[in-house]
């Protein structure tokens, strides 16, 4: 099988567009992925189109008619907060496969504020706040906690990923804010769910994210090899049985799932990895994640963050972008645009917060339900 | 209209002549307990090998969040919490009985089930519900 190249990738300032629509939103993305690597929507052999909110509005095809309908196959993806993630690897496949030899993904949403989750639906009586809460907040919340049951994790270091976040997205000009937040600030911000205060969780955003991905032999005849970003792996899990997931969604067993299968598809591990972009949905969840992916042993999450090991400059620095916490987080672009950031990092280009010396990184997001999706990209 | 309140969830059954209790269910082949109906263990994949169990009223709190913000119309501070039952069954509700305080709330701590009004929540044909909830064990 040939390998699959990022010959294309960018992404959208996140923000606030309600005067624009989704396809309008996906296809500027669209346009800077091409413009990155110098293609026209002419050279696109397929597209993947990721969108939540408009799951069933033929997206993909809409984006086409906004920058060229040129009568590629479109395949539309959702698959939640993993929707980007998702319509990436239906590219990378495609070309793995030997299907195409150049091909286009796209991940866009249009969020609402205010909070998502819930258990207000089915026949009867509303069931939040009287049968425990379905809100994200509440339910990262849990997950958090069942962390702090077993190592004694704390509010604090809980919120020093907040902290951390935040402060990497002053160096990021696409980040929604660009603000530094003291750790007394995100503790003594308004309480959400505890431990989450609003400060620890993601923002609701619009973004786009776009790559084209080519493969090995395209890229070469392209001359497009001296940017490219190579997928060492690929993976997705979905949640195993786990004995409490009916009642708790498990984030943490489909994590390790495909973080497992990725290190060895990637024919590496953990300690090969120079930068990380994972599913900070809030604060809590990537306390989870540092264990979940590797970066340290069970239980060694809190100490991770307490000695900076995570920070920009630390031994294995997480969402350097400021993450979905501050970057913000518009579901069905999440997924391309850590792949933009990690690559980024890795052609050298990512300015202020620029992780010296990148070679490898990995992208993680999960969507509750569940769905992970798992990326190792490595500079070609 | 129904003269007796409806249950809140499919598995908390109501019968006339005796205490309300939750039903699980139970596959025979690999012991997994599910709140509600199914005909195949997700655990195992075993078909039709489940049984009708009634769930302990008694556990501990596994894990909690307190929740100060949720949608229009719902009563905030809570506890969410999530609680094994003593036969290892998960489920989640909502803590009541304590304050909303995480120094005042620790894990493990014993909870029994009680059984009450859904919070005065009615649907639009105004019948009444009833509810599980858990509350700390006295002494």
């Known amino acids: 099988m040939t390998d699959a190249y990022i010959v294309g990738v960018d992404m959208i300032k996140f923000g606030r567009f309600p005067d624009r629509t989704v396809p309008q939103i996906g296809a500027q993305a669209a346009l800077m992925a091409l413009d990155d690597c110098g293609l026209t929507i002419h050279d696109m052999q397929a597209l993947y189109s990721g969108n939540l909110g408009q799951a069933s509005g033929m997206v993909g095809q809409r984006i086409l008619q906004e920058i060229g309908q040129t009568g590629i196959p479109v395949v539309n993806v959702a698959n939640a907060c993993a929707t980007g993630a998702t319509a990436f690897r239906e590219a990378w496949a495609s070309v793995k496969a030997g299907l195409y030899d150049c091909v286009l993904a796209v991940g866009v949403e249009q969020m609402g504020k205010g909070l998502l989750g819930g258990s207000g639906g089915g026949t009867g009586i509303p069931k939040e706040g009287l049968l425990g809460s379905g809100t994200m907040p509440a339910v990262f919340a849990e997950a958090g906690m069942e962390h702090a049951r077993k190592y004694g994790t704390t509010f604090e270091q809980f919120a020093k990923v907040s902290v951390k976040n935040h402060h990497h997205s002053t160096l990021n000009p696409k980040a929604m804010y660009q603000i530094e937040t003291p750790l007394e600030e995100v503790m003594n911000a308004e309480m959400i769910s505890y431990p989450n205060t609003k400060l620890m969780c993601s923002v609701n955003v619009d973004g786009s994210a776009a790559a084209v991905i080519c493969s090995e032999a395209k890229a070469k005849e392209l001359g497009l090899m001296k940017r490219a970003v190579k997928v060492r792996a690929s993976v997705m899990a979905s949640d195993p049985w786990q004995e409490r997931d009916l009642v708790m969604p498990d984030v943490n067993s489909c994590t390790r799932r495909a973080a497992k299968e990725a290190y060895e598809m990637a024919g590496l591990g953990a300690q090969d990895i120079n930068l990380i972009e994972l599913h900070d949905c809030f604060a809590t969840a990537e306390i989870l994640h540092y264990e979940n992916l590797g970066l340290c042993a069970d239980g060694e999450a809190g100490r991770l963050i307490d000695e900076g090991e995570v920070a920009l400059g630390g031994r294995i620095p997480v969402n350097v972008s400021g993450g979905l916490l501050s970057k913000g987080h518009p579901l069905g672009a999440t997924g391309i645009a850590n792949i933009y950031e990690v690559s980024t990092h890795l052609r050298g280009e990512a300015g202020q917060r620029q992780v010296e010396g990148a070679r490898i990184g990995l992208t993680h997001v999960i969507g509750l339900g569940s769905a992970c999706g798992i990326h190792i990209l490595e500079k070609a | ?139």
């Not at chain 2, 049984?51 to 809570?78: A, C, D, H, Q, T």
Request: charged share 25%.
């Open chain 2, 1 to 139: 209209m129904s003269t007796q309140p409806l249950p809140a969830v499919p598995f908390l059954k109501i019968p006339e002549d005796a205490d309300p209790y939750l039903e699980g269910h139970r596959c025979d082949s690999c012991g997994a307990t599910y709140l509600g109906e199914r005909d195949v263990c997700s655990k195992c994949g075993a078909r039709d090998q489940m049984s009708k169990v009634k769930l302990p009223n008694s556990g501990k709190l596994y894990s909690f969040s307190i929740v100060y913000r949720s949608f229009p119309g719902i009563e905030v501070p809570y506890v969410s919490a999530i609680v094994d039952l003593d036969d290892g069954t998960a489920i989640k509700g909502n803590l009541i009985g304590v304050e909303p305080d995480p120094a005042k709330i620790e894990f493990d701590m014993p909870v029994e089930v009680v059984f009450d009004d859904a919070l005065g929540r009615k649907d639009r044909e105004g019948n009444a519900y009833m509810a599980y909830f858990f509350q700390p064990k006295a002494g």
